[in-house]
């Protein structure tokens, strides 16, 4: 049972533009959010993350935005840059430190 | 400041035989895990440990798969027999919070 979605397996953008990825859950006890970039052959790193009592953390070119209602979290970056391009995995935890991690979204950014 | 490292970066074995992928968390970080990422899908928690102590093992295949942490840093993740359906990356990662840090993985193919 996937816990963590993202529906969207690919996203293509021009540089420059803004780049949108989205993320659903379905556990109510879930109270802190991570995006994470995985570049090929490497392990994902942390990229930003969100406590439940927040709707927005901004980090430079970052912004992660959380509708708890909705069960909805998303991750904007502006402007998009060719470096941006790689896998983006959502992951959400319920207190404790286990992850659960969705299937992640590969974002292209366009020169 | 090192990074999690992890060995070997690639195994290539035959199913029903045994395997053993070895990790070095980040220096004084006293939780370390081990995930199993499948082509296409988010990393999985196989098992969670506080310093030398099994947290969370419930997703950890006991029949095949142990993994020991014995001084309460470098850690070995083992699958004896391996099956087709182990083929995956394995990875490691440590937290001193809640950020958890990966090393690069090792890809697993059984043949």
């Known amino acids: 049972d996937q816990q963590v979605k993202q529906n969207s397996p690919s996203l293509s953008v021009q540089e420059g533009r803004i780049s949108i990825l989205n993320c659903d859950y379905t556990?109510?006890?879930?109270?802190?959010f991570l995006w994470y970039k995985k570049y090929p052959a490497e392990g994902p790193t942390f990229l930003i993350s969100i406590s439940s009592i927040k709707d927005k953390n901004e980090d430079g070119r970052f912004t992660v935005f959380l509708n708890k209602s909705a069960k909805h979290l998303s991750l904007h970056i502006v402007p998009s840059q060719p470096g941006d391009s790689a896998v983006y995995f959502c992951a959400a935890s319920a207190g404790a430190n286990n992850l659960f991690f969705g299937t992640g979204t590969r974002l292209t950014v366009i020169p | 400041e090192a990074g999690v490292a992890q060995s070997p970066r690639y195994k290539i074995i035959e199913k029903r035989q045994s395997v053993a992928f070895w990790c070095n968390p980040i220096s004084g970080h006293a939780t370390l895990y081990w995930y199993q990422q499948i082509l296409g899908q988010g990393p999985k928690l196989l098992i969670q440990f506080q310093n030398n102590g099994v947290v969370d093992d419930s997703q950890l295949p006991k029949d095949r798969f142990s993994a020991e942490r014995l001084k309460g840093v470098d850690s070995t993740l083992k699958i004896q027999p391996a099956k087709l359906e182990d083929s995956a990356v394995y990875l490691c990662?440590?937290?001193?919070?809640?950020?958890?840090?990966f090393g690069p993985g090792t890809r697993l193919t059984v043949l």
């Open positions: 556990n109510s006890m879930f109270d802190y």
């Open positions: 990662a440590s937290s001193l919070g809640d950020e958890q840090f």
